[in-house]
């Protein structure tokens, strides 16, 4: 492409990190996407942002489908284009945004794997197994876990969680979610007693100014992959049939609140999404308790007590 398309590309990906506060990760997925069209444009000999049109776009995406990326991947790649073409607009440098309309393949809806509570309550109260290292870090990781479950937390809000945003005391928690919104979340009972541990433990390992809730054995702020590692050694030393990963965590918060409250609209609230559709596909109810509800709710759905 010309020159000044690139340019045009460069100056959108700088308005993003001036303007939207969006996550490093979500500013590397929009680089990423808007470089894979330039790339197929110059393969098509298009020159301009200008020269594409919906067929185009169409057929960039059935390109990327062909490639074997996955429906979501897609439809972020149709969502970062969109968002492109209305800086282009906003600028006077395209007229139209060939990308409306234009939609990614349907994803298969996939139900993630949850513990049920009694499955959950075996891993949270099982004595740490003595491999699983130090007594401070084993505290930790159960620290991590309770938190998880108790709060429905995300993975990257979970390590960057500071200690001000802790507030035991009211069994409080704030989070920075998605699009650095703000949320303040309950913590339970539970949850509180093993961060007030784990607490102590962590003023003994802390390196100095070091604000990170979670910390490793170094002191410093904890990575999302360390805690993934450390919940799948866990898994293992337990002998958990299924694959601890923090997501499940959450998934399993939702999935048993919901079940025992059916308040879509808190659940939603509570996991910080912004799409009530979003919280219908990520939380499930088992159909038969749907249906036991349903036979107790429904007018035209009671038998006949004759």
């Given at each position: 492409?010309?020159?000044?398309?690139?340019?045009?590309?460069?100056?959108?990906?700088q308005r993003?990190?001036?303007e939207?506060?969006?996550?490093?990760?979500?500013?590397?997925?929009y680089?990423?996407?808007?470089?894979?069209?330039?790339?197929?444009?110059?393969?098509q000999?298009?020159?301009?942002?200008?020269?594409?049109?919906?067929?185009?776009?169409?057929?960039?995406?059935?390109?990327?489908h062909?490639?074997?990326?996955?429906?979501?991947?897609?439809?972020?790649?149709?969502?970062?284009i969109?968002?492109?073409?209305?800086?282009?607009?906003?600028?006077g440098?395209?007229?139209?945004?060939p990308?409306?309309?234009?939609?990614?393949?349907?994803?298969?809806?996939?139900?993630?794997?949850?513990?049920?509570?009694?499955?959950?309550?075996?891993?949270l109260?099982?004595?740490?197994?003595?491999?699983?290292?130090?007594?401070?870090?084993a505290?930790?990781?159960l620290?991590?876990?309770?938190?998880?479950?108790?709060?429905?937390l995300?993975?990257?809000e979970?390590?960057?969680?500071?200690?001000?945003?802790?507030?035991?005391?009211?069994?409080?928690?704030?989070?920075?979610?998605?699009?650095?919104?703000?949320?303040?979340?309950?913590?339970?009972?539970k949850?509180?007693a093993?961060?007030?541990?784990?607490?102590?433990?962590?003023?003994?390992?802390?390196?100095?100014?070091?604000?990170?809730?979670?910390?490793g054995?170094?002191?410093?702020?904890l990575?999302?992959?360390?805690?993934?590692?450390?919940?799948?050694?866990?898994a293992?030393?337990?002998g958990?049939?299924?694959?601890?990963?923090?997501?499940?965590?959450?998934?399993?918060f939702?999935?048993h609140?919901?079940e025992?409250?059916q308040?879509?609209?808190?659940?939603q609230?509570?996991?910080?999404h912004?799409?009530?559709?979003?919280?219908?596909?990520?939380?499930?109810?088992?159909f038969?308790?749907?249906?036991?509800?349903?036979?107790?709710?429904?007018?035209?759905?009671?038998?006949?007590?004759r």
């Amino acid at each position: 492409m010309k020159p000044q398309a690139d340019t045009a590309r460069s100056d959108f990906l700088q308005r993003l990190t001036q303007e939207r506060n969006l996550s490093i990760h979500t500013q590397a997925g929009y680089e990423r996407d808007t470089a894979a069209l330039a790339a197929w444009c110059d393969r098509q000999g298009l020159a301009s942002w200008n020269d594409l049109d919906h067929a185009h776009v169409r057929a960039f995406a059935a390109h990327s489908h062909a490639a074997g990326l996955a429906p979501a991947s897609i439809q972020r790649r149709l969502s970062a284009i969109r968002s492109f073409y209305l800086f282009l607009q906003r600028e006077g440098l395209c007229a139209v945004n060939p990308a409306t309309d234009v939609r990614a393949p349907k994803r298969p809806r996939r139900l993630p794997r949850t513990l049920d509570a009694d499955q959950m309550a075996r891993v949270l109260e099982a004595p740490p197994p003595a491999a699983a290292g130090p007594e401070p870090l084993a505290l930790r990781d159960l620290a991590i876990m309770e938190l998880l479950y108790s709060s429905g937390l995300r993975l990257a809000e979970l390590v960057s969680l500071d200690l001000e945003a802790l507030d035991l005391a009211d069994r409080t928690v704030r989070v920075t979610g998605k699009g650095r919104k703000t949320r303040i979340v309950p913590v339970g009972s539970k949850a509180v007693a093993v961060l007030r541990r784990w607490l102590a433990e962590r003023a003994r390992l802390v390196a100095p100014a070091e604000t990170a809730v979670f910390v490793g054995r170094n002191g410093r702020r904890l990575g999302a992959r360390a805690v993934q590692q450390r919940l799948a050694r866990v898994a293992r030393l337990l002998g958990v049939p299924v694959r601890l990963h923090p997501h499940l965590f959450r998934h399993s918060f939702a999935t048993h609140l919901l079940e025992s409250s059916q308040d879509l609209r808190g659940v939603q609230e509570l996991l910080g999404h912004a799409d009530i559709s979003t919280t219908q596909v990520y939380t499930h109810l088992d159909f038969q308790h749907l249906a036991h509800i349903y036979d107790q709710a429904h007018p035209r759905a009671r038998r006949s007590r004759r």
